[in-house]
Each structure stands twice: as structure tokens, then as C-alpha cells.
């Protein structure tokens, strides 16, 4: 079966006036529709560049990216991204925010607004301006207006790098259940069509997560992809995350494997620290 985000052999190299500088080389990685990945390594191993390129922001010099049979070649609101600041139009009220977002593929949709903005805790603070509001609120508005695209879709930047430790947790669940969320709309408005294609269940969105925080990444990912360190940085090593779902951290941190895998996890940073120094 076809994957649904296919990455082949992306590179991305730099003219500086010391000759090319190599950022990402070889980057090769296939992701099935509903996937939840996270890229995890060393700060400046290339991963924002691998996400900048699936974003449309970043030309590749080598190799390209499909998403769902169709090959990228810019922005598109088949991809709704989220930065580690919000970047929230600071002019706009946070309703305006989203409903600009949600004007791009369902104009005049102001329930639909009302409804994302719930989604996230947000409900009755639609009038309010980003200056009014915290970081974490700012980002809850900027997840908000990602989800409202229902891209297939969905890049995350370190989202919450900038947050409080709270906070962060906090947003991580809501991530979480609004994704669950999504696939339960799928289904529901599949049925009312007559149903999904046989043998296929509704899947959630497909998520890409840039992430440095190990335990972040085993909350969240189904696989977690181990970059090496730059230049020319690739994949290393990619870990399967078995928990099942929904998962709660303090079951989380009863398991045995849990313990195992975040040791091989840190063992691969720490080799990767190494072979830099």
C-alpha cells in the first residue's frame, strides 16, 4: 500500500562563501495516512528543514515530497502548520484569526469557528486580541486555526518548546484528544455519506512533530524519528512506540518499556553528542 506522505531522498544544501553547506542529505521516510511521527534530535540536525520543506516554505535541492499521490511545490491548506510561536495576526481578534483560516476552505463557516475555538478552551474568548491573551492561550488559538483548515495534514514546529512545564502537559493532552476528535467527525460525516471505502476505517489526521523532548515524543508519537546530527544530517534510527491509546502518564511511567525505550532513546542522542565533540 502506497504510503500517504512519501519523502524521497530530500536534501537541502546552502551556497555560502565557504562553499555548500550541507544541511539535510538523504532524508528518506514514508508515513501512513493517520500517522502521528516525531522527528526528535540535537538542535541544528536539520529538522525544522525537513518540515520547513514540507511546508512549502523551503525548496529542496534534491528529491522531492508526495502527500496523497500529489507532489508539493508550495503552501497548500492541504497542510495546516503550527510554529513554536503562534503567529497570530496581532491586528486581528483571535476569531478573526481562525476565521481566516477557516474562510480558505469554508467561507462564512462562523459556527465552525466557534466550534474550534471551544475545542481548544478558547470558547467565549474569540473577541479578544493575542496582546490580551498568554503564550499558552496565544498557542491554543494557533492550534485552533490549524485544525480548522481539517488538513490531511498537520506540521507542528515545537509547539509548546516555549511554554511552562503545566501548560505544556496541559496542551499536549488537548492536542491529543482534538486529533482523537477529528477522527470521530470522520467517521461521522463518512457515515452520512454512506460510509467509508470498504476496508477502510476514517483516519485521523496524519501529524509531523519536530520535537527535542524525549518524554514529549513517547507521549504523543506512534514512531519517533532519530535524526544525526549536521552537517548533512539523516535519519539514524526510527523507534516504534507500542503504548496503547488513549495514554496516560502515569500508566505511562509503570511500564518497563517505557524505561527501555526512553534509555535507547537518550543512548542514540548521547552517541550522537559524541561523535560531534
Same mark, same amino acid.
Given at each position: 500500500m502506497t504510503a500517504f506522505v512519501e519523502i524521497a531522498q530530500l536534501g537541502k544544501t546552502y551556497d555560502t562563501p565557504a562553499g555548500p553547506a550541507v544541511i539535510v542529505r538523504d532524508f528518506?521516510?514514508?508515513v501512513d495516512e493517520g500517522e502521528f511521527v516525531c522527528l526528535l534530535?540535537?538542535?541544528g540536525c536539520g529538522k525544522t528543514t525537513v518540515l520547513s520543506i514540507l511546508m512549502g516554505l523551503t525548496t529542496p535541492s534534491t528529491g522531492g515530497v508526495v502527500i496523497g499521490g500529489r507532489e508539493i511545490d508550495g503552501p497548500g491548506t492541504d497542510r495546516g502548520v503550527v510554529f513554536q510561536s503562534a503567529t497570530l495576526l496581532p491586528w486581528m481578534?483571535?476569531? #478573526?484569526n481562525v476565521r481566516l483560516a477557516r #474562510?480558505?476552505?469554508?467561507?462564512?463557516?462562523d459556527r465552525d469557528v466557534e466550534s474550534y475555538l471551544a475545542s481548544v478552551g478558547l470558547g467565549g474568548q474569540g473577541g479578544r486580541y493575542p496582546r490580551e491573551l498568554s503564550a499558552g492561550m496565544q498557542q491554543r488559538a494557533g492550534i485552533?486555526?490549524?485544525f480548522a483548515l481539517e488538513p490531511r495534514l498537520l506540521l507542528l514546529d515545537e509547539p509548546f518548546s516555549l511554554l511552562d512545564a503545566l501548560t505544556?502537559? #496541559?496542551?499536549q493532552d488537548e492536542l491529543i484528544a482534538l486529533w482523537e476528535a477529528q477522527r470521530k467527525t470522520d467517521v461521522r460525516l463518512a457515515s452520512h455519506a454512506g460510509g467509508p471505502a470498504p476496508g477502510r476505517a476514517a483516519a485521523r489526521r496524519t501529524v509531523l512533530m519536530v520535537t527535542h523532548d524525549v518524554d514529549e515524543a513517547l507521549q504523543l508519537a506512534d514512531?519517533?524519528?532519530m535524526m544525526?546530527?549536521?552537517?548533512?544530517a539523516t535519519i539514524g534510527r526510527i523507534f516504534d512506540v507500542p503504548f496503547p491509546r488513549p495514554r496516560r502518564r502515569d500508566e505511562l511511567l509503570g511500564r518497563a518499556d517505557y524505561f527501555w525505550l526512553r534509555d535507547s532513546i537518550l543512548a542514540f542522542l548521547e552517541e550522537q553528542a559524541h561523535a560531534t565533540a
Amino acid at each position: 500500500m502506497t504510503a500517504f506522505v512519501e519523502i524521497a531522498q530530500l536534501g537541502k544544501t546552502y551556497d555560502t562563501p565557504a562553499g555548500p553547506a550541507v544541511i539535510v542529505r538523504d532524508f528518506t521516510l514514508y508515513v501512513d495516512e493517520g500517522e502521528f511521527v516525531c522527528l526528535l534530535g540535537h538542535s541544528g540536525c536539520g529538522k525544522t528543514t525537513v518540515l520547513s520543506i514540507l511546508m512549502g516554505l523551503t525548496t529542496p535541492s534534491t528529491g522531492g515530497v508526495v502527500i496523497g499521490g500529489r507532489e508539493i511545490d508550495g503552501p497548500g491548506t492541504d497542510r495546516g502548520v503550527v510554529f513554536q510561536s503562534a503567529t497570530l495576526l496581532p491586528w486581528m481578534s483571535v476569531r #478573526d484569526n481562525v476565521r481566516l483560516a477557516r #474562510d480558505r476552505v469554508a467561507p462564512r463557516a462562523d459556527r465552525d469557528v466557534e466550534s474550534y475555538l471551544a475545542s481548544v478552551g478558547l470558547g467565549g474568548q474569540g473577541g479578544r486580541y493575542p496582546r490580551e491573551l498568554s503564550a499558552g492561550m496565544q498557542q491554543r488559538a494557533g492550534i485552533a486555526r490549524a485544525f480548522a483548515l481539517e488538513p490531511r495534514l498537520l506540521l507542528l514546529d515545537e509547539p509548546f518548546s516555549l511554554l511552562d512545564a503545566l501548560t505544556r502537559m #496541559d496542551l499536549q493532552d488537548e492536542l491529543i484528544a482534538l486529533w482523537e476528535a477529528q477522527r470521530k467527525t470522520d467517521v461521522r460525516l463518512a457515515s452520512h455519506a454512506g460510509g467509508p471505502a470498504p476496508g477502510r476505517a476514517a483516519a485521523r489526521r496524519t501529524v509531523l512533530m519536530v520535537t527535542h523532548d524525549v518524554d514529549e515524543a513517547l507521549q504523543l508519537a506512534d514512531r519517533i524519528v532519530m535524526m544525526t546530527n549536521g552537517p548533512a544530517a539523516t535519519i539514524g534510527r526510527i523507534f516504534d512506540v507500542p503504548f496503547p491509546r488513549p495514554r496516560r502518564r502515569d500508566e505511562l511511567l509503570g511500564r518497563a518499556d517505557y524505561f527501555w525505550l526512553r534509555d535507547s532513546i537518550l543512548a542514540f542522542l548521547e552517541e550522537q553528542a559524541h561523535a560531534t565533540a
